[in-house]
Structures are given as structure tokens and as C-alpha cells.
């Protein structure tokens, strides 16, 4: 079993919490798991990747059209990481754009840049994490309504517990863990929502 | 366990009693790891004020009996390299492992330099993990080859082992081996030239017996075909997930030692294979060192690496580059591997300052002050938060090179332009301490007129806000005791305060003379962490915007973006209250939720 997930979005928006989560989740789980992590340059506002390879690995980078699963936690930036896709990837996607600021350019609607990445990708699931997070109390659930989106739509499930990936949100955060907890719930419960 | 963190566990479980180190991506969490671990075991750690420092900490303890480590990034060990040389003169009395995280890919760097080379430089042998539990395993191998050799040991780390994480076992941590006292040795100790010479050749007599240990360490041998693929480090992995992919039987020779070779391992294994190719994370420090023992043997054979063009010279290796090079190498089919590679024009992210970054108020105040005072400076630049000055709307560093570097390149700019050319030196406070300072006393001491601003955010903040010596040494009063005329303290968050004081200064220099000013603010991230519940956000009046776009163009913060009318909008959830938005916008459009000079004053006591 191989599984690469690839994670991209904007510094500051927890995808390195979301993939320590997930990896260790995947080690209580008897699985090998590695998470590739680049600092940049800033810790705020600059793109961000982070690789996490489950499963029978050694390289720590998912190659170019290898990742199993995209998880974009930013519009933009989904669009960016489709040199990783191939015909057979399933993109999670944020539905949120967070304007680069130092860009004058012209940047389409959220509805534009959905329906855009819809023609590139079969399988495309669009989740309202960042308001989901607010309605939670704090934009910081964000990564977890994430990964409960990821958990419900990927082969993630049929080799992680719930269970296990509640264990790892304890032992990863350190605050406000039952609020995480019940994030990656909601995360979840959007995906059965979406199918209907 | 983030490889760092593995280091750390490692060099605890070994014994260690002193660690130091500056901070640098990605090498940070190493040191940060012993601190977090220091008061339970009892080990002497420290952030020092830079490399060459840490450096001469740790090998001090080493000399004095005690098992210690320094650790850095890459470009760091060039700050270290004047003790480094001598540490492999004099040797050491227990352990002292050397840790350079290189960093392939520049990812956070100036330069991709392949820090293994030192070890052929210096005679100091190089151990290459390529895993976080195979340094783990490979920093108690280390320390304890340090000890029985009496010499240090350098530890190359790569961003791939440093910024991975991946299971690792651990242990109990031990007691720390500190020295009971300093026995006095000058004849091994004390570098004049009559005992220098001496050592030089017990030096070589060492670097011999290396030669021969390192013969006996676990490099991992299979044995398995007519191809032999030589690697080390983070290229190992690459390797065998390439190999198993494109399923053909070769034998494969990881190498623990990239520096000295195990000559006589490869030699066998050499003897017998057909074809040997050597994949490795850098230069081609391998593949040179394989060729050379190859000659002295006298055994012709193919080798092919990345002199050959094999493998790429730039950035670092990855599945698909190394798939690719095996597979000519080894005269096989590629199978395509398949991308949606399509071009998509997506407007890039740069990195930027983040919301309520005071670099960001003291670059736009900058900006206003030289355009007023009708001075066209040469930026000098400088590594740190504030290199991303860089970038538009500032502009403002157009050279920038190395830790330090501002202060001495904006003197040479300014001697080779025959004084004409104004120059602005930009620097951080934690650069200031670490290789400003002597820069400084040289423009004191030969009399240099230039502006130079340090931009104390009171840590070391780009590296993840480690401390900084500014939070206990006053730069100000430094500036003033080395004899600096004109040394000013402003806070960027006072705008036309500040703008008043850097145009008194732009004066003086103009007059001739040297200026400092120290721009004064907390970083925003260390100023708001665990503290949301006192910042004020502020909010733009929507009737009260003229979408002037000031705010958002000039100061271009993460949290103020335009609405489709152009008007501004500030994101509540990445507000941090630093006010400069309000203090520009010429509409007073820009209002605080709150007491918002309560806040400020809380932040300014960082």
C-alpha cells in the first residue's frame, strides 16, 4: 500500500498540524508514514506544500503526477499544485481565496476558479472549511474540517480509525482539542452533505 | 519525530552535556529541542551570538572533557570555519559533533553549498544520515567515534533528514558527561607555530587511522547484480523506491561516510560490478572521491554520477529526477509516469511580511522619507525577515548577500563610487550581534558617512522567533559606546515620528556624517501569540474609503485587501491591531475596535 497525499495552501493556515495529525493517525495505525515539510521564507502569507506519504515509502517527495489525494486549503493555490495530478487524483479543495497581496492582477471569482478547476479534474470536492471554522469559533479549525472532509471522501478511511485520528488531533494539539475533535466531525459530515 | 528532534533525542540519549548553536533553517529545532529538554536533564544549551561562537563553546567543553555538539545551518559553518580548522589541530578531549544542515533546493538559503567538501578541507570526517531515525541511530555512532578518535566529527544534515518526519525509536535520556576540570595541555591546545607544525603531521597520522575506522561502519551492502548504484545520504531513499519501481536487479552500496570513503569497501564491491553509478544529495563529493579510488587501485570501470550529467548539478534530487538518471544509467525504459502537467497562470505568492510585520511600516516610511529628501540610495541589504524588503511595492534591497553583509558591502559601494553613492544599510538586531558589529566599528573607525537602520524586532524572528542578545544588550547604547554621532531610537509604528527621525538622519548623512537609527518594534507574531484576546482590530468605514488603495498598495499587509469597488477591507481574522494603516490613510477611514493604544503599549514592552 502507497498512498501521497499533497497538501498546499497559504503559510499560516496549520498544514504541517493537519499532516502530523494524519501521519501519526497512520503510525497507531501500523503504518509507515513520512511528512516532508519546506520552511520558507515567511511564516505568513507565502505559498506552502507539505508531502505525506503513507504506507510502503522511503522518498520523502511525492513525484510530480503522483499524488493520490490534493488537498488544497486555498483556491489559488490548488490550482498550482495540479503538477502533482494525474487523471486518477481526488482534490479536496478549500472554498476560499486569499488574494496574494502584492499582486495587481485581475483574480477571478471563487465560482470562476471552482468551475475552472472542475473542467481540469474529474474529482473535485469543494468544501466551505474557513466558514465552517468561523461558525466553530475560530478560523484556526480550519485544517481540521480538512482533514474531516479528506478522511470522508479518500482510501484514508479505510486504513485509519476515527478513532485513531482523534487520538492523534490529543496528542498533536495542544489547545482546545474537543473543538478540533468536533471540527474534523463537521468536516466529515459536509462531504455526506455534498453527496446528497 | 521531526529529524531535528531525532538529532536532539539522539545526542541526549548519548550523553551530551553542552550544546550550542545559531539559529538557521533548516537546522533550528535541533537546538530548540535541547531547551525544551534542558532543565529535566541537566545539559548546558545555548542560542549563541553566532556561529563561530557556538563554534569555539562547544569545542571549548569538547577540549575541556565534556561531550558537546554545535549546530547550524550550512552557510553557517563558513562563520565557523576559523575554530573549525584548528579543532581538527588540536583534537578533542571527549566527544564533538559538528551538525551543518545543508540545504538542497535553496529553500530557505542563499547559496546550496555541499558542506562535505570541509570534511577533505579540514580532515575531519563526514557522517551522512538519510533518515530521521537513521541519524538518530548515526549521532550515537558519531559521538561515540568522536570520543574514541579524540577528533570532531561533522554530521551533514540536509533539509530531506532535517524537515522530514517519520517513526523513530527512542530511549531514556542519559546523564550528562561534563569534564571534572580543565587539564592543562598547551603543547596539544595552544596553536603557535612551533606546536601547529608538530600537530600538522599527528594530524595526518589521525586522518590515516580515520581512513582505516571507517572501514568497519555499518554501510548498508547488497549484493546483487553486475550494477553497483554507490550512495549516501538522503539518496539512499530515493534510490530504493526508484529501483523498486523500475524492478531490475542491482546491487546498491549506501555509504555512511561520505568523507573518508571506506576505500577498501568499495574497492571490493567495485571489483565486482561492471558499471557503477553514484547518486548523491550536492556536489559530486562521492563520485569524485569513487574515481580517485578506482585510479589508485587501478580498476577501469564506467562511472557515472553527476560530473557525467547523470544526475542534476541545481536544486535537489527528487523520485522522479533520480528514476530518470538511473534509468539511462542503467540503459532501461522509463515508465512514463504520468502528469497533468498542463501550464496554469496562476499569479504567484511571494513571501511576504505577515499582518502587522513592523518591517513593513519601517520599509514604507523608508520609502517616503528618501523620495522626499530626493535621495536615490543603494538599498544594502541583509539576511533576515527583512530581505522580503525586496519585493514590491518597497524595492528596497538591492544587494544582499551574506549574514552581516550590509553594513560592509554598503562601505565598499560607497569607497568604489568615490563617496558618491548614498547608501542605506538595512540590518536586523539579531544580524547586528551576530556579524554587524565589527562592520559597524569599521565605519566608525574609518569614518564611513552612510545611514545604517537596524530593524530590532526583538528576535531572531525568520528562523521561528528564537531569542536575540537585543533583548538584553541595548543596540542603541552600543551605537553610541563603539562612536556613533547620531544614534536615534523610533518606534515604526509612530509614522510621522518616525518619518520626522529618519529624515533628521537622511540630513546628516548628506552632511557627511554616520547615522544609525534603530527601528524599534516586537515581532507581530511573537507580540500577538497567546495573546488575541487584547488585540483591537481595526476596520475600514466604508462610507469614509475613497479607495485611495494607500493603505493596501503602499504598505501591501496580509490582512488589507480591495474590494471589487477598490475600496479597502481589512480581514478581522489576520488584524492584529498595528494601527500603521489608520495612521496613512489620508480619510481617516481606518478605525480601531477598542482602546487600541492599550494594546500598543503592551506590544511595545516586548
Redesign the interface.
Known amino acids: 500500500m502507497k498512498m501521497n497525499i499533497y497538501l498546499t495552501g497559504v503559510g499560516g493556515q496549520g498544514l504541517i498540524t493537519f499532516a502530523s495529525v494524519l501521519g501519526q493517525a497512520a503510525l497507531h495505525s501500523g503504518l509507515k508514514a513520512l511528512v516532508a515539510e519546506t520552511h520558507g521564507l515567511s511564516q505568513r502569507g507565502g505559498s506552502v506544500d507539505v508531502h505525506l506519504r503513507i504506507g510502503n515509502v522511503h522518498a520523502p517527495l511525492i513525484p510530480r503526477g503522483n499524488a493520490d489525494i490534493i488537498v488544497a486549503f486555498e483556491l489559488l493555490e490548488a490550482f498550482r499544485a495540479l503538477n502533482y495530478a494525474n487523471d486518477n487524483t481526488v482534490i479536496v479543495v478549500n472554498k476560499r481565496l486569499i488574494r496574494p497581496p502584492t499582486t495587481r492582477a485581475k483574480i477571478p471569482s471563487i465560482n470562476e476558479l471552482v468551475s475552472e478547476l472542475r473542467k481540469m479534474n474529474n474529482t473535485v470536492y469543494v468544501i466551505d472549511a474557513y466558514n465552517e471554522a468561523l461558525k466553530l469559533g475560530n478560523a484556526i479549525f480550519e485544517n481540521m474540517v480538512m482533514l474531516g472532509a479528506l478522511y470522508s471522501v479518500s482510501d484514508v478511511s479505510k486504513f485509519i480509525s476515527t478513532k485513531a485520528i482523534e487520538e492523534s488531533i490529543k496528542e498533536v494539539i495542544k489547545r482546545e482539542r474537543e473543538e478540533n475533535i468536533k471540527a474534523f466531525h463537521v468536516g466529515m459530515g459536509l462531504i455526506n452533505t455534498q453527496r446528497q | 519525530m521531526l529529524g531535528n528532534h531525532a538529532v536532539a533525542h539522539a545526542a541526549l540519549e548519548a550523553g551530551l552535556a553542552v550544546a550550542a548553536g545559531y539559529p538557521g ?2 537546522s533550528s529545532e535541533i537546538i530548540e529541542y535541547i531547551i525544551d529538554h534542558s532543565r529535566e536533564t541537566g545539559v548546558y544549551v545555548e542560542w549563541s551570538s553566532n556561529e563561530k561562537v557556538a563554534y569555539e563553546v562547544a569545542y571549548g567543553a569538547a577540549l575541556a572533557g565534556a561531550k558537546a555538539l554545535v549546530s547550524m545551518k550550512h552557510v553557517g559553518l563558513n562563520v565557523a570555519m576559523d575554530p573549525l580548522m584548528s579543532s581538527a589541530y588540536t583534537g578533542v578531549r571527549n566527544s564533538l559533533l559538528v551538525i551543518t544542515a545543508d540545504d538542497p533546493g535553496m ?2 538559503s542563499q547559496n546550496e553549498q555541499d558542506n562535505r567538501w570541509v570534511g577533505l578541507h579540514a580532515h575531519i570526517p563526514v557522517i551522512e544520515p538519510y533518515s530521521p531515525q537513521n541519524a538518530a541511530d548515526l549521532v550515537k555512532l558519531s559521538m561515540s567515534m568522536s570520543q574514541r578518535l579524540n577528533h570532531p566529527v561533522l554530521m551533514r544534515l540536509v ?2 533528514v532535517s ?5 523513530v525509536k527512542v530511549c531514556e535520556f542519559s546523564k550528562p558527561d561534563y569534564a571534572q576540570g580543565y587539564l592543562k595541555d598547551p603543547s596539544h591546545h595552544a596553536l603557535v607555530p612551533s606546536n601547529a607544525r608538530q600537530l600538522k603531521g599527528e594530524l595526518i597520522k589521525r586522518w590515516e587511522s580515520i581512513q582505516y575506522a571507517v572501514e568497519d561502519l555499518p554501510h548498508e551492502y547488497v549484493n546483487d547484480g553486475r550494477v553497483l548504484v554507490i550512495t549516501s545520504g ?1 539518496a ?3 534510490v ?3 529501483l523498486r519501481d523500475l524492478e531490475i536487479p542491482v546491487s546498491t552500496l549506501n555509504v555512511i561516510t561520505p568523507v573518508p570513503l571506506p576505500r577498501r569497501l568499495i574497492a571490493n564491491a567495485v571489483s565486482n560490478s561492471d558499471k557503477v553509478v553514484v547518486v548523491e544529495e550536492g556536489d559530486p563529493v562521492v563520485e569524485f572521491q569513487v574515481k580517485e579510488v578506482l585510479y589508485d587501485e587501478g580498476i577501469r570501470v564506467p562511472v557515472y554520477g553527476k560530473a557525467e550529467g547523470f544526475f542534476t548539478r541545481v536544486g535537489e534530487l ?3 529526477n ?2 530518470e538518471g538511473l534509468a539511462k544509467a542503467l540503459g532501461v525504459e522509463l515508465r512514463g ?6 501550464r ?1 497562470d ?10 502587522g510585520c513592523p518591517h513593513a511600516a519601517s520599509f514604507y516610511e523608508l520609502k517616503i522619507t528618501t523620495a522626499k529628501a530626493m535621495v536615490k540610495p543603494v538599498f544594502s541589504g541583509d539576511i533576515g ?1 527583512y ?2 524588503g525586496i ?3 518597497f524595492n528596497e534591497q538591492d544587494v544582499l548577500t551574506n549574514m552581516g553583509s550590509s553594513i560592509g558591502l554598503g562601505m565598499g559601494i560607497l569607497r568604489g563610487t568615490g563617496g558618491r553613492q548614498f547608501i542605506i544599510a538595512i540590518i536586523g538586531d539579531s544580524t547586528f550581534f551576530h556579524a554587524g558589529l565589527p562592520a559597524l566599528v569599521n565605519a566608525v573607525y574609518n569614518k564611513a558617512p552612510m545611514l545604517v537602520i537596524v530593524m530590532d524586532n526583538r528576535f531572531t ?2 528562523t ?1 522567533g528564537q531569542p536575540s542578545p537585543t533583548q538584553v544588550i541595548d543596540i542603541a547604547a552600543v551605537a553610541k559606546a563603539i562612536g556613533v554621532k547620531y544614534v536615534y531610537t523610533i518606534d515604526p509604528f509612530n509614522v510621522k515620528e518616525a518619518e520626522a527621525t529618519l529624515s533628521d538622519a537622511l540630513r546628516k548623512v548628506k552632511d557627511g556624517e554616520l547615522a544609525l537609527v534603530v527601528m524599534k518594534r516586537a515581532c507581530a ?1 511573537e507580540a500577538s501569540r497567546g495573546r488575541s484576546s487584547l488585540i483591537v482590530k481595526f476596520t475600514v468605514d466604508p462610507d469614509a474609503c475613497k479607495a485611495c488603495g494607500i493603505c ?1 498598495n503602499l504598505i ?3 490582512a ?3 474590494l471589487e469597488n477598490r475600496k479597502a477591507w481589512i480581514d478581522p ?1 489576520m488584524c492584529v491591531g498595528c494601527s500603521v494603516c489608520a495612521q496613512v490613510c489620508p480619510y481617516n477611514a481606518i478605525k480601531p475596535s477598542g482602546n487600541a493604544k492599550e494594546w500598543l503599549d503592551k506590544w511595545a514592552e516586548m
Open positions: 533553517t533548516p529553500w530557505s533539509t530531506r524537515h522530514v518526519r517519520e517513526p538522503v539512499y531513499n530515493y530504493k523506491e526508484a527528487t523520485l522522479m533520480v528514476e509516469m504520468r502528469s497533468n502537467a498542463q496554469i496562476v499569479p504567484p505568492r511571494p513571501p511576504v511580511f505577515c499582518p525577515c530581505s522580503l519585493n514590491p511595492p524572528a525568520m521561528g507574531l493596501y501591501a499587509c496580509p488589507i485587501a480591495p481574522n
